[in-house]
């Protein structure tokens, strides 16, 4: 099992662009979440899945969106990305929305 | 909605020292509380949890415990080794706005020196 999978692993864009992060997990998970990490704040919730076909918002989610496109993947997409969106992105998935979540390896995005 | 602090935001110890992390959180209705270990590039990997209904649980050299009362929980490493150097995260979730949403705090990053 891979586990849960994050593409790209580095990007950078430039301000006003648009892209979308890709997630992937093959432990059959119900729950999918998005977060970005930067220094000193933890991580932030952006989005969540409870199960396929529902999203809900998180602690930040201004500037974001997401599909859960079926039970396996959950993309995120900047539509126009600002300087303030340069963090590290990691997405998760969870049996459930109580239990271990398990983290992709991240993806580092800069925008200029 | 929930809060959650952490404390220290560093710590450095020797090797063989013990290293203790200390959470905070302010919704009474949250119920599961996990850490996480983060290695440099990597993304954070559970090494503990522990739910409401427990004050303490253990595994090896890693422990934690829950006061409720008081609204805190902390991570315990004993004989602590250079592999132990990370960041470590506390989070909390199941508050009374929950679905779903884990609240981390800011992380500790800890230096194991030989």
């Known amino acids: 099992n891979a586990g849960v999978t994050q593409t790209p692993k580095f990007q950078v864009l430039k301000t006003g662009q648009s892209m979308t992060l890709q997630c992937a997990q093959d432990?059959?998970?119900?729950?999918m979440y998005w977060y970005r990490q930067d220094p000193g704040m933890g991580l932030r919730l952006i989005y969540y899945?409870?199960?396929?076909?529902?999203?809900d918002k998180g602690e930040v989610p201004n500037g974001y969106n997401v599909s859960r496109l079926n039970k396996r993947e959950f993309s995120l997409r900047l539509e126009s990305a600002a300087p303030s969106q340069t963090s590290v992105y990691f997405c998760?998935?969870?049996?459930?929305?109580?239990?271990?979540?398990?983290f992709g390896p991240g993806t580092r995005l800069t925008v200029l | 909605g929930e809060n959650v602090e952490q404390h220290p935001s560093t710590l450095s110890v020797q090797e063989g020292d013990s290293a203790v992390i200390k959470c905070t959180y302010s919704?009474?209705?949250?119920?599961?509380f996990p850490w996480y270990k983060q290695e440099l590039g990597k993304g954070p990997q559970l090494i503990i949890d522990?739910?409401?209904?427990?004050g303490e649980k253990k595994d090896q050299r890693i422990a934690v415990t829950l006061n409720k009362t008081a609204k805190h929980f902390s991570l315990h490493i004993t004989e602590t080794q250079p592999e132990d150097s990370a960041v470590y995260f506390c989070?909390?979730?199941?508050?009374?706005?929950?679905?779903?949403?884990?609240?981390f705090g800011q992380g500790t990053t800890l230096q194991v020196k030989p």
């Open positions: 998760a998935s969870s049996e459930i929305d109580d239990n271990e979540q398990f």
């Open positions: 432990m059959n998970h119900n729950s």
């Open positions: 899945s409870a199960s396929e076909g529902t999203t």
């Open positions: 919704d009474s209705a949250s119920n599961y």
């Open positions: 522990i739910r409401s209904n427990v």
């Open positions: 989070a909390a979730i199941g508050g009374s706005s929950n679905t779903g949403k884990l609240i």
